[in-house]
């Protein structure tokens, strides 16, 4: 019994869908992306629905998972992309979250109180 609990624990861990993270805008980023050989700086990808220029582009929204709901602070007027577009399984359960702000690269960054949750990457 210990076995497959351990095991089924193990597959749900390994099967969580991430978002992909395609189109929107570019940012500078100093750690934590790889160099980008076509430009020659270290950039990130942020995606349509999380980028920002102000605190008030983003708003709590249902981002949703592969569990269903699931809040995270987005760009209010981008459209969310399907949150489990293969099907699969996801890790159900989700953080608190009390407000939003833009982060300094560009990015909806989520925050629980004053600690960051979701969108660290998107600040300094």
């Not at 980023?29 to 582009?57: L, M, V, Y």
């Not at 709590?60 to 995270?72: A, F, L």
């Amino acid at each position: 019994m210990r076995f497959f609990t351990i095991a089924i624990t193990s597959l749900a861990a390994c099967a969580y869908a991430m978002p992909q993270l395609t189109g929107g805008m570019r940012a500078t980023d100093t750690s934590k992306q790889p160099r980008d050989q076509a430009q020659g700086t270290d950039e990130i990808n942020i995606p349509e629905h999380f980028a920002c220029t102000q605190d008030s582009d983003c708003v709590i929204r249902n981002v949703g998972n592969c569990c269903g709901y699931y809040p995270k602070c987005a760009n209010a007027d981008a459209e969310l992309p399907d949150p489990c577009p293969g099907g699969g399984m996801g890790v159900c359960g989700f953080p608190t979250i009390n407000s939003c702000k833009c982060g300094s690269r560009g990015g909806c960054i989520s925050l629980q109180g004053k600690t960051k949750v979701h969108g660290r990457e998107f600040d300094d």
